[in-house]
C-alpha cells in the first residue's frame, strides 16, 4: 500500500471513528435520560464513573502498549509472532482484572447495599467483560493495519446497538434488576463486538477477494497462538518495544490522567469526538510510512515529504480547533452548564473550571499529534528514554498538583495538567525539530497562524466576553438567544478567516477528507 493510499484510507478510519464516537456520545445521552426515568441516578453514576473506570483501565493498561508497537511496520510481517505475541493481552487482562477486582471490592468504599445492590456482581461482570474484549485483539489489530474502515464501523455500530436494545428492555421490564442490566449489557456488548471481528475473517480469510489482494493471512488458525519449536515463540523486536511502551502507559494512566466528572465529561467532548479518531488513525498512518528508528535520509524520500506534509496539516487542524474551542469556550461555558444541569452547575466553580478546561483541550490537541508522530517514528531506545522522561514529569505533576490544588482547589490541579500537558508537547516538538532537521521539511509549521486570523480570534474573544457580561446569564432567554447569536457571527467570521488564510490546510480537508464522502461511501 503506498503512502497516498494508506493517507486516504487512514483519513477515512479517522472520520468515520470521529462519526461513530459523536453517534455513540448521542445515544448514551438519550439512553440516561431514558433510564433515569426507572432506574436511580446513584446506579447509573456508579456504571458511568466507577465500573466504566475499571473496564476502560483494565483494556488500557493490557493492550495499549501492544496496539503501539503492533500497528508499526509494513503489513508484510511473521504474523504467526505478532499473534503469539497479541495472544498475551488475554492472560495479562486476567492478572489485571483480578487484581483490579480486589481493589475495587476491598480498597475503594464499597456503595451501599441498599441504594445500589450487586455491587459485587457489576465488579466481577465489567472485569470479565474487558477480557472478552482483549480475545478480539489479533483480529483488531489485523484490520487496523490493513484499514478495514466499513469492519470497524459494523463492529462497533452493532454492538453499541444491541447494548442499548437490551438496556431498555431490561430496564423497561425489570428495573429492580439495577446493576445486572448494565452488567449484562456491558457483557453483550464486548461479546458481540469480538464476534464482528471473529466472524467477518472466518469469511474473509481464503475467500476469492483475500486471494486477490494477496493477503498475508489465509486460515483462521493461523490468527490462534502457535507454539512451534522451530522458530521463536514472539518478535523479540516487537516484544521489547511493547515493554517500553508497557513502561510508558502505565505512567500515563497511573500518574498523570486527572478526572472531573461533569466538567470533564463537557471539556472532553471534543477531544474524544475528534481528536482521539485522529491520534489513533494516523498514528497507524505514520507507524506504516514511516520506517521506526531510521535514519531520514535512508528512508523513502516521497513517504518522509508525505508525512511531512500530513504531519503540518494536522496539527494546523487540530490548532485551530482547540483554539476555537479556548476561545469561544472562555464567554460560553457558564451558558453550556446552565443549559446541561441549571443554576446548579452555572453556579459556583463550575464555569471557571470549564473556562480552564478549555485550555486544556487545545493543549490535548496539539500533544495527541505531536505524540502519536512521535511515538510511531522513535526507536526502542528512544522510547525507553523518553519514559524517564514521563517518571520525572509524573512527580513533577504530583508536586505541583498537590500545591496548585491547596492554592487554587480543582481549578489549580487543571493548571497542573495543562503545565505537564505542555511539557510532554515540548518534548515532543524538539523530537520532531531533529528528526526533520536535516531534510527540507518543517512540518512544525503547523503551528504558526497568519496575523490576520490571529486578530480575528482576539476580537472573538472579546466581544463574546463583553457579551457574556451583559447578556449571560440572568437576563433571560431572549438576552441568551441575542449571546449565542453574536457567538455564531463571530464563529462564522473566524471560520471565513480560516477558509481565505489558510489555504493549505483548506485543500488537504478538500483533497483527503471530504473527497471520500462525495466520491463514494464507505467500501
Known amino acids: 500500500m503506498g503512502s497516498q493510499e494508506a493517507l486516504r484510507e487512514t483519513t477515512r478510519l479517522a472520520s468515520s471513528s470521529a462519526l461513530l464516537q459523536i453517534l455513540f ?31 476502560s483501565t483494565i483494556v488500557f493498561l493490557a493492550r495499549e502498549a501492544f496496539r503501539r508497537a503492533c500497528l508499526s511496520g509494513s503489513t508484510r510481517r511473521n504474523w504467526t509472532k505478532t499473534f503469539n505475541l497479541l495472544w498475551l493481552t488475554v492472560p495479562l487482562g486476567v492478572c489485571w482484572s483480578l487484581f483490579l477486582g480486589w481493589v475495587w471490592l476491598d480498597i475503594l468504599e464499597v456503595p451501599d447495599e441498599n441504594a445500589v445492590p450487586h455491587y459485587n456482581f457489576g465488579v466481577v461482570v465489567f472485569g470479565l467483560s474487558a477480557v472478552i474484549e482483549l480475545l478480539g485483539e489479533p483480529f483488531w489489530v489485523l484490520a487496523q493495519v490493513h484499514l478495514f474502515v466499513r469492519l470497524k464501523v459494523i463492529a462497533e455500530s452493532l454492538s453499541i446497538i444491541c447494548k442499548c436494545f437490551l438496556t431498555v428492555i431490561l430496564v423497561v421490564l425489570y428495573p429492580h434488576w439495577g446493576l445486572y442490566i448494565f452488567s449484562l449489557a456491558q457483557l453483550v456488548y464486548t461479546s458481540i463486538l469480538v464476534l464482528c471481528y471473529v466472524t467477518y475473517f472466518m469469511k474473509f480469510l481464503g475467500s476469492p477477494e483475500a486471494t486477490k489482494k494477496s493477503f498475508p493471512v489465509t486460515r483462521m488458525v493461523s490468527i490462534l497462538p502457535n507454539f512451534g519449536e522451530d522458530e521463536e515463540f514472539v518478535n523479540w523486536k516487537e516484544a521489547r518495544l511493547t515493554w517500553s511502551f508497557f513502561k510508558q502507559s502505565f505512567l500515563k494512566q497511573v500518574l498523570t490522567e486527572g478526572v472531573y466528572d461533569i466538567v470533564n465529561n463537557l471539556g472532553s467532548l471534543t477531544a474524544r469526538f475528534i481528536f482521539l479518531p ?64 441549571g443554576s446548579m452547575l452555572s453556579v459556583g466553580s463550575g464555569p471557571s473550571l470549564l473556562r480552564c478546561y478549555s485550555l486544556y483541550v487545545l493543549l490535548i490537541a496539539v500533544n495527541g499529534v505531536t505524540e502519536c508522530f512521535t511515538f510511531a517514528s522513535m526507536c526502542k531506545e528512544e522510547v525507553d528514554r523518553y519514559n524517564v522522561v514521563m517518571l520525572a514529569l509524573s512527580f513533577i505533576f504530583l508536586c505541583m498538583s498537590y500545591f496548585l490544588t491547596h492554592w487554587q482547589g480543582s481549578i489549580g490541579f487543571i493548571f497542573a495538567n495543562c503545565f505537564n500537558m505542555g511539557i510532554r508537547i515540548a518534548h515532543s516538538i524538539h523530537y520532531i525539530y531533529r528528526y526533520f532537521e536535516e531534510s527540507p521539511y518543517r512540518p512544525l509549521k503547523g503551528l504558526l497562524i497568519s496575523p490576520l486570523l490571529t486578530v480575528v480570534y482576539v476580537i472573538s474573544g472579546i466581544t463574546t466576553g463583553v457579551s457574556e457580561v451583559f447578556l449571560c446569564c440572568d437576563n433571560g432567554w431572549i438576552a441568551r438567544l441575542i449571546h449565542v447569536g453574536v457567538g455564531a457571527v463571530c464563529f462564522i467570521a473566524t471560520l471565513a478567516a480560516v477558509f481565505f488564510t489558510e489555504t493549505k490546510l483548506i485543500y488537504f480537508v478538500r483533497t483527503h477528507v471530504l473527497s471520500r464522502y462525495s466520491k463514494e461511501g464507505l467500501k
Open 25 to 55: 456520545r448521542l445515544i448514551t445521552f438519550g439512553l440516561n435520560a431514558f433510564t433515569l426515568r426507572y432506574v436511580s441516578k446513584e446506579i447509573i453514576g456508579l456504571v458511568n464513573v466507577r465500573l466504566m473506570l475499571l473496564y
Open 278 to 341: 485522529i491520534e489513533e488513525s494516523f498514528y497507524i498512518y505514520f507507524a506504516k510510512v514511516l520506517e521506526r528508528g531510521k535514519d531520514i535520509k535512508l528512508q523513502k524520500q516521497d513517504d518522509i515529504s508525505m508525512a511531512a506534509a500530513v504531519l503540518e496539516s494536522l496539527l494546523k487542524l487540530v490548532l485551530l480547533i482547540g483554539l476555537t474551542i479556548t476561545v469561544f469556550g472562555y464567554a460560553y461555558s457558564q451558558l453550556a452548564l446552565d443549559f446541561y444541569g
